[in-house]
Structures are given as structure tokens and as C-alpha cells.
């Protein structure tokens, strides 16, 4: 069974920067897809950007590529999530998750394993 903290979130100003964090509890394959998703209040959880364990290319949400990076420390067994330039559209939760698949997905019904999540809100 995989678990998976969030941490980093908070509020911040327009044009500022966070870095989420998530650890997993266990070591993961190395070629699945970790990913982070969103959920604003009243809509749906959407896909921001996953990487696969292992590295290589990263996929990101058309809203958010230019400004968010998400990378990986294996040996922390952490995925991170760089967010600069941020907007007041980027409040919101932010998940973890992580994809039992070598397949890259940006769907929430194609991932295996969710966090508590953690809050980003952005003031204008």
C-alpha cells in the first residue's frame, strides 16, 4: 500500500512562488507516473503535471507550462512541484498521486493512489 503526504502549500501574493511537496511511504516501481492534480471549489479535480519515477519528460497542463516544474528525489522518495508566477486561477487543492503504470495519463480515474491534498491559495 502507497502513501502519500502533501506539504508546502499556504497563501501567497499574485506573481509569487510555492513548492509543494509530496513523500511516499513506500518506494515506488520506478518507471510509474507520479502525478499532481487540482480541485477548486465548485469544479472539478483537473491534471497539473506528472513525471515518472525514474525521470525523463514531464507532462504539464497547458495552463500551468512555463511556470510549473515538477521533479523527483528518489532518494527521499519525493515528488516536488515548483510553482512561480503564481495567479489568483491557481488557488485551489493540490493532490498527489501516483499511476501504477508506465503509461503517462493526465485522467483522475487512471490514478491508483491519492494524498490528503493541501491547500495553495493565491491573493490578488
Known amino acids: 500500500q502507497v502513501q502519500l503526504v502533501e506539504s508546502g502549500g499556504g497563501l501567497v501574493q499574485a506573481g509569487g512562488s510555492l513548492r509543494l511537496s509530496c513523500a511516499a511511504s513506500a518506494r515506488t516501481f520506478a518507471r510509474y507516473f507520479m502525478g499532481w492534480f487540482r480541485q477548486a471549489p465548485g469544479k472539478e479535480r483537473e491534471f497539473v503535471a506528472a513525471?515518472?519515477?525514474?525521470?525523463?519528460?514531464?507532462i504539464y497542463a497547458a495552463g500551468v507550462k512555463g511556470r510549473f516544474t515538477i521533479s523527483r528525489d528518489n532518494a527521499k522518495s519525493t515528488v516536488l512541484l515548483q510553482m512561480n508566477s503564481l495567479k489568483p486561477e491557481d488557488t485551489a487543492v493540490y493532490y498527489c498521486?501516483?499511476?501504477?503504470?508506465?503509461?503517462?495519463?493526465?485522467?483522475?480515474?487512471?490514478?491508483?493512489?491519492w494524498g490528503q491534498g493541501t491547500q495553495v491559495t493565491v491573493s490578488s
Open positions: 513525471i515518472r519515477w525514474s525521470g525523463g519528460s514531464a
Open positions: 498521486a501516483q499511476r501504477s503504470s508506465i503509461e503517462a495519463s493526465t485522467s483522475t480515474n487512471e490514478y491508483d493512489y
